[in-house]
C-alpha cells in the first residue's frame, strides 16, 4: 500500500513522512566530528591563563568551596539556597529555556493555523529562522562580553536587557489573520451539512479538509462535491474536478482543477511581523553560562518536561473544533482540527509574556544581589 492509493500526500494534514531521516544524518555526523576531538588534550595550552579571572567573578557568586557527599546534601542544599544571585540565575535561566522549548514545539503549530502553512513548510521554515538566529545570538553575545571584557555584575545585566528587549518583541505576536472560511461549519462554530449542492451525497461526518479554488476551505471532497479524483505527480498533492459546489469564474467543469488537498493559504500583514519576531526573539537569548551555573546544567532538561504541557493546555484554549466531533464523539479529545486565529496568537502572545516578564524579574534580581569580589585571586 502507498500513500497516493489512499490519498495521502505530503501536504495532507496527517502526513508523517521519514522522520527518522535526521536523526541518522545528525547521528553520523556527530560520530565523525567525535574523532578529531578524541585529538584534544584535557586541557588546551593557556587555558589557566584564560580561567583565571572567570574564578575572580565565581568566587563572589560561589564563595567558599563546599565539598558535598551524600551525608552533606541537606547543608549543601541550605547554601545553595542562601546564595541569592546563584538562585537566581538559576530559576531564570529555567525559565528562559522553558520558553525557548514551549515556543519553538508549538510555533510551527503557530504558523500552519495563522497561515495555512503545511506541517512540513511551516517546520522547514522555523528551522530557517531559529538556526541562523540562534548562531547569531550566540556570535553577537559572545563578542560583546570577549571584545568590552565583561565581568559577571555586566553579564547579568546584559542578561536583564536582552530580556527586556524580547518582552516588547512578543507582543508583536498579538496580531493575528483572519481565520479561514470553512463550508459547511456556521458562526457559532456548529457542523451544518445542509448544503444543497452536496445534499444527495450522503456524505459521512469526517475532516479531510480540501481548499477549493474559490479560497474557501471544504471539509471532504464529499462535502465540495467532487466527482473527480486525480494525483499531481510534481506536487504529489491530491487534485479534485467536477465539483459541484465550487463555482467560481463559471459552472464547474470535469477538465478544470476546481480543489486540491491543501490548506488555503491568505494574504496576512501579520507575516512579516511574526517571522521579525521570532527571529529577534530567540537571537536576543544570550546563551551565556558562567562557572558556576555547572550545577544547573543538571536541572536545566527537567524544565522541558512541563513546557509542552503548558503551551500545549495554551494552545488548546483556541480551539474552536476538535477532532473528535467528527467521529460522533461530545468530548474534548484527539487533535484539534480548527482554531480560532486570534485566540491563538492572543493566548501565546500571553503566555509568553508572563513567562519573559519571570524572566526579567529574576535577572533582575539576580543584578541586585550581585556582589563583585574584594580583591582577586592571588
Known amino acids: ?3 497516493n492509493s489512499i490519498g495521502l500526500s505530503p501536504s495532507s494534514t496527517v502526513w508523517v513522512g521519514a522522520w527518522w531521516i535526521g536523526f541518522v544524518i545528525t547521528g553520523t555526523l556527530s560520530l565523525i566530528l567525535c574523532v578529531p576531538i578524541f585529538g584534544f588534550p584535557k586541557r588546551l595550552p593557556g587555558a589557566k591563563v584564560v580561567q583565571k579571572p572567570l574564578e575572580v567573578d565565581a568566587r563572589a557568586l560561589r564563595g567558599d568551596s563546599v565539598q558535598v557527599r551524600l551525608g552533606d546534601m541537606p547543608k549543601a542544599v541550605r547554601y545553595l539556597l542562601k546564595n541569592y544571585t546563584f538562585l537566581f540565575i ?13 515556543y519553538s514545539n508549538f510555533a510551527a503549530k503557530l504558523f500552519e493555523s495563522e497561515f495555512g502553512m503545511t506541517s512540513a513548510n511551516a517546520a522547514l521554515l522555523l528551522g530557517m529562522i531559529g538556526i541562523p538566529s540562534a548562531c547569531l545570538g550566540c556570535f553577537v553575545g559572545g563578542y560583546v562580553v570577549s571584545k568590552l571584557n565583561l565581568s559577571c555584575g555586566s553579564i547579568i ?6 530580556s527586556v528587549f524580547n518582552w516588547f518583541v512578543f507582543f508583536a505576536l498579538l496580531s493575528s489573520c483572519p481565520d479561514i472560511k470553512f463550508e459547511g461549519i456556521d458562526v457559532d462554530n456548529k457542523i451544518v451539512l445542509t448544503s444543497k449542492c452536496s445534499s444527495e ?3 459521512p461526518l469526517s475532516f479531510n479538509p480540501i481548499c477549493g479554488r474559490d479560497l474557501k476551505m471544504y471539509m471532504s471532497p464529499c462535502q465540495a462535491g467532487c466527482r473527480n479524483e486525480t494525483q499531481d505527480p510534481v506536487a504529489g498533492t491530491t487534485l479534485y474536478t467536477n465539483c459541484d459546489c465550487i463555482t467560481l469564474e463559471g459552472n464547474s467543469t470535469d477538465d478544470v482543477v476546481e480543489a486540491e488537498r491543501i490548506r488555503c493559504t491568505q494574504e496576512c500583514s501579520a507575516y512579516f511581523f511574526y517571522m521579525a519576531a521570532t ?3 530567540l537571537s536576543a537569548r ?3 553560562r558562567t562557572r558556576h ?3 544547573h546544567q543538571v536541572g536545566k532538561p527537567k524544565c522541558t518536561i512541563p513546557a509542552p504541557l503548558i503551551f500545549g493546555k495554551t494552545v488548546d484554549m483556541a480551539c474552536e473544533i476538535w477532532s473528535s466531533v467528527f467521529n460522533g464523539e461530545a468530548n474534548e479529545s484527539g487533535n484539534c482540527a480548527i482554531y480560532n486565529n486570534a485566540a491563538l496568537s492572543r493566548n501565546m502572545a500571553t503566555l509568553l509574556v508572563l513567562l519573559k516578564t519571570m524572566s526579567v524579574a529574576l535577572f533582575a534580581c539576580a543584578s541586585l544581589s550581585y556582589q563583585p569580589p574584594m580583591s582577586p585571586m592571588s
Open 1 to 3: 500500500m502507498t500513500g
Open 90 to 102: 538559576s530559576l531564570a535561566a529555567t525559565v528562559e529555556t522553558m520558553l525557548g522549548s514551549g
Open 157 to 162: 545585566r546584559m542578561c536583564t536587557v536582552a
Open 201 to 203: 451525497c450522503m456524505c
Open 279 to 281: 527571529f529577534f526573539c
Open 286 to 288: 544570550f546563551h551565556q
Open 293 to 295: 551555573q555547572r550545577h
